[in-house]
């Protein structure tokens, strides 16, 4: 959990963010994917707003629906690597948010 004061409900630190994506923008194409996850693996740092009401929730969700608390979770830190541009692909999210979006409207049944 971080003290700093962010208005999203995760955010991604890194050392040296800008020599991070000039590195991952001069990566061979067959290479950009095993780059990325590579030197995200070892240089970000998430940072959990513990005042977002999005991660309030996601304690009391894990325990009700831990299927959808993991699809959550993991889309927070894709959300929180889009906001620092650092997501190589983003339409591999769209399976989660899909994943998501029909558990949101099935608990509307």
Do not use: C, W
Not at 67 to 80: C, I, K, S, W, Y
């Amino acid at each position: 959990m971080s003290d700093r004061q962010h208005s999203q409900p995760a955010v991604v630190t890194v050392e040296n963010l800008t020599t991070l994506r000039r590195y991952l923008e001069m990566a061979p194409p067959e290479q950009k994917e095993a780059s990325y996850k590579y030197l995200l693996h070892n240089n970000v740092v998430l940072e959990l707003n513990p005042s977002h009401p999005i991660i309030k929730q996601l304690a009391p969700l894990r325990e009700s629906n831990p299927e959808v608390a993991a699809l959550v979770a993991g889309q927070l830190f894709d959300n929180a690597l889009m906001n620092a541009d650092l997501v190589h692909d983003p339409r591999r999210m769209v399976g989660r948010i899909n994943q998501i979006l029909k558990a949101v409207t099935d608990a509307k049944e």
